[in-house]
Structures are given as C-alpha cells and as structure tokens.
C-alpha cells in the first residue's frame, strides 16, 4: 500500500498526495493543488455524483483515477475491520453481480439464437461455458498478463486489486438491465460487450504506466481468450455427446 504521503492520486497527472482538501468548517473546504501538474488534485470531491458517472461513461481517465485511487482504495484501506476486510466483501459482490449479468447476457443470446428459450439443461450447461469457464480464463489472461508485461502500480498489484479494477470497470454491463425493461435487438449486447472492453483498457491505463494502445491490445487478448476457450468448450461437449 502507499505511504501516507501520497495516499491519494491527483486524477489529473496520477501524482500521489497526502491530502485532497482541507477542511475549515462543516461545509467550508479547500481543495490542495498537486505540486506536480500545480491543477486541483481532484474536482471530483466537489462534484455531484451524476457528473462522476457522465464522465465515466465517456472514458476520461481523470474519472476513473478518481473512482479507483480516491475512492475505492481509500475504501477498501480504511473499512479494514476483524472479520476480515471491506475489500473481500466489495470484491465478492462485485462478482456475483458480474456473474449474473453475463448469465442475464447468455440467456439474451440463447434466446435470440434459438427464437425463445431452449431447455433448462442446455441453459444450465451454456451458463457454465460461458459464465465460468469463459470468466475464469478471462480473469486468468488478465492477471497473469497484466502482472508480467505492464507495470502496476504498487496500491493494485494484488490479485485481488487487480479483480476489483477489473469487476469495477465492467459496470457497462448493468445496461443489460435496460434490455428487461425495453426491446432491444440483441445485438446491442455486443455494443455493451465493446464498451465493457473499452473501459477495462482505461482502467488498465490508469493503474498502470502504459499506453492506451497497449491497455486496449491486453484488454482484447484477454477478451478473445474468453470466447476462444467458450468455443472451445462447446466443441468438446459436442464431441462428449
Ligand atoms: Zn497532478
């Protein structure tokens, strides 16, 4: 973990920082500059939250250095208690959410393919291709290449950090939920599997001290490991049956 001089991130230029704001009265702070860049270490603090959101959703890394460094990690440090830390509890909601949205994700498309929903035993067994065996690969890419050929830096170079960047950053899946609600054409699931992609590149620019080109060539690796290994998964139940 960072030292206390530089616990949090200036979400303009990445520079650690020990404090964000100083606060004079309830209500009444001051935001500190970052002696690198001299600009406001993070605005964000001031910020409603639908401002966080909207840049987000448009990719600026200076909201997501906010989101992961300022927020996340502070949470995750600071919540640590007896039965064990807020991190684990973040991490595993983060992944059951995850999980049922791309099992949500499955179902769409199986029921696109086949006109209507097919058996429960051939879901059950596509939810497991595609849901476990596919994220367990995706996960493995993406620790194990991110940990050997980029630099973390060192807040989230744990496993586990790495996980909840990468959980975090996929949370362009919740629009899946809009497709219960409205009729969309599936293939609006693969827009959202773009942008899924995408976001987990800024994320993986911001924790690390790579270019974008190289975060979004991980990224895909990493992606087109879960569908190769998908497929390969079917191909091999259809030769067992
Ligand atoms: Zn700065």
Redesign the pocket.
Known sequence: MGSEATKYR?V??G?GIGTLFVQYSPGNIRLMK?E??K?V?DEYIECELMILLIDLILHKTKAYRHLLYNVLLQETVDCEDDFGNAEQGLLWKSALGFLALDAYRCLILAEAEGGGLPSFTWICRKIFADVFVGNFILFSVFIVGVRSSLTIQAELSRWKDLMLVILISSYWKIFLFAMMIWEFPSSVVFIVDAFVLSSNAIALKVITDSTTKRCIMGCFAAHAAKFLATQLWKWCCSRVV
């Open positions: 200036c303009q230029c520079h970052c690198r860049c600009s270490a």
